[in-house]
């Protein structure tokens, strides 16, 4: 699926959430747009061919999430889908809750990551 159609769930309220029933309709959902200058800042960090997280200071305090596959795969676009299922899955798998918001609490439970999709679905604390 592309990260579009996750955030449509997310927005509609049919999102499943390991933590009971469905994320809860959008009511504050940011609006993506393009933003050349966040695209380079990713490009100069990719182009270190580092598997890891840039500092905030580098990303100037945006999110970032991370996605590898082994062996790599030529088709980039199966890639994005890939990643994107993978980061959404964790709603379904760990949860955030009714209150659909990311917590420190929930930042910090051991084993159950859920920063990627809170990054994928931007929703406003």
Same mark, same amino acid.
């Given at each position: 699926?592309?990260? +579009?159609?996750? =955030?449509?769930?997310?927005?509609?309220?049919?999102?499943?959430? !390991?933590?009971?029933?469905?994320?809860?309709?959008? #009511? *504050?959902? &940011? @609006?993506?747009?393009?933003?050349?200058?966040? $695209? @380079?800042?990713? /490009?100069?960090?990719?182009?270190?061919?580092? +598997?890891?997280?840039?500092?905030?200071? $580098? =990303?100037?305090?945006?999110? $970032?999430?991370?996605?590898? =596959?082994?062996?790599?795969?030529?088709?980039?676009?199966?890639?994005?889908? *890939? !990643?994107?299922? /993978?980061? +959404? #899955? $964790?709603?379904? @798998?760990?949860?955030?809750?009714?209150? *659909?918001?990311?917590?420190m609490d929930l930042a910090n439970r051991p084993g159950m990551m &859920?920063?990627?999709?809170?990054?994928?679905?931007? &929703?406003? *604390?």
């Amino acid at each position: 699926m592309t990260i +579009f159609l996750f =955030r449509s769930l997310v927005a509609l309220g049919k999102a499943q959430d !390991a933590l009971g029933g469905y994320a809860p309709q959008a #009511a *504050n959902m &940011i @609006k993506m747009k393009y933003d050349c200058d966040i $695209e @380079k800042i990713a /490009a100069k960090h990719a182009a270190k061919c580092v +598997f890891a997280h840039s500092t905030n200071a $580098e =990303r100037e305090n945006n999110g $970032e999430n991370l996605y590898m =596959r082994m062996p790599p795969s030529d088709d980039v676009t199966k890639m994005a889908a *890939n !990643a994107a299922d /993978a980061w +959404f #899955a $964790e709603l379904a @798998k760990y949860g955030v809750g009714q209150d *659909n918001k990311f917590t420190m609490d929930l930042a910090n439970r051991p084993g159950m990551m &859920i920063g990627h999709y809170t990054q994928v679905s931007l &929703i406003q *604390n």
